[in-house]
């Protein structure tokens, strides 16, 4: 796919080099506002790549849900969408393999943080919990193929419990 418009949903301040940062904070790189998480920022097809890194948590499932229905009426054929997020799964599995091995964990509040923050507008508050499996198949249900889970290897966050699941129109 030749080069074109690639949005980047909830990069806050630190968007990603090449990307147009789509997010409900206003900087001199982003399109912002609360509603422009949930309306098409271009023509259906406009996009050729969006990503979206520690975003779709912050959602409830059925608007995770919206979200990738508009995401893919955005992609342009062949688009791509990259999506990281906390894996569960992967959660769970580190504090079983910690605890057999005797291995120092991080504490359950930081999962228990992540659900129930102290944020007073709730911006920062994991209102879901996905594993790849999960999240690839809602891709696959809305349309998208050629959905695969690949090593997460992005610098800004913590790589530790996250997937990226990446996925094509």
Same mark, same amino acid.
């Not at 979206?52 to 992609?75: A, C, K, N, Q, T």
């Given at each position: 796919?030749?080069?074109?418009?690639?949005?980047?949903?909830?990069?806050?301040?630190?968007?990603?080099?090449?990307?147009?940062?789509?997010?409900?904070?206003?900087?001199?790189?982003?399109?912002?506002?609360?509603?422009?998480?949930?309306?098409? #920022?271009? $023509?259906?097809?406009?996009?050729?790549?969006?990503?979206?890194?520690?975003?779709?948590?912050?959602?409830?499932?059925?608007?995770?849900?919206?979200?990738?229905?508009?995401?893919?009426?955005?992609? $342009?054929?062949?688009?791509?969408?990259?999506?990281?997020?906390?894996?569960?799964?992967?959660?769970?599995?580190?504090?079983?393999?910690?605890?057999?091995?005797?291995?120092?964990?991080?504490?359950?509040?930081? #999962?228990?943080?992540?659900?129930?923050?102290?944020?007073?507008?709730?911006?920062?508050?994991?209102?879901?919990?996905?594993?790849?499996?999960?999240?690839?198949? #809602?891709?696959?249900?809305?349309?998208?193929?050629?959905?695969?889970?690949?090593?997460?290897?992005?610098?800004?966050?913590?790589?530790?419990?996250?997937?990226?699941?990446?996925? #094509?129109?």
């Amino acid at each position: 796919m030749t080069e074109g418009l690639r949005l980047e949903y909830g990069c806050g301040e630190h968007k990603t080099p090449g990307y147009l940062g789509v997010d409900i904070y206003k900087t001199d790189y982003t399109v912002a506002s609360p509603q422009a998480i949930f309306m098409p #920022v271009c $023509a259906p097809g406009g996009v050729t790549e969006i990503l979206s890194v520690h975003f779709v948590e912050h959602f409830i499932r059925s608007d995770v849900e919206r979200l990738v229905r508009m995401w893919h009426g955005m992609l $342009a054929p062949g688009g791509l969408l990259i999506t990281c997020f906390p894996d569960v799964a992967a959660m769970s599995d580190d504090m079983t393999l910690r605890r057999k091995e005797s291995i120092p964990r991080r504490p359950f509040d930081h #999962v228990w943080g992540m659900a129930i923050s102290g944020d007073p507008q709730g911006l920062y508050r994991h209102r879901s919990f996905w594993t790849a499996e999960e999240y690839a198949k #809602v891709l696959r249900v809305i349309g998208f193929r050629d959905v695969e889970q690949v090593p997460y290897q992005r610098p800004r966050h913590d790589s530790h419990w996250t997937s990226e699941v990446r996925a #094509v129109t």
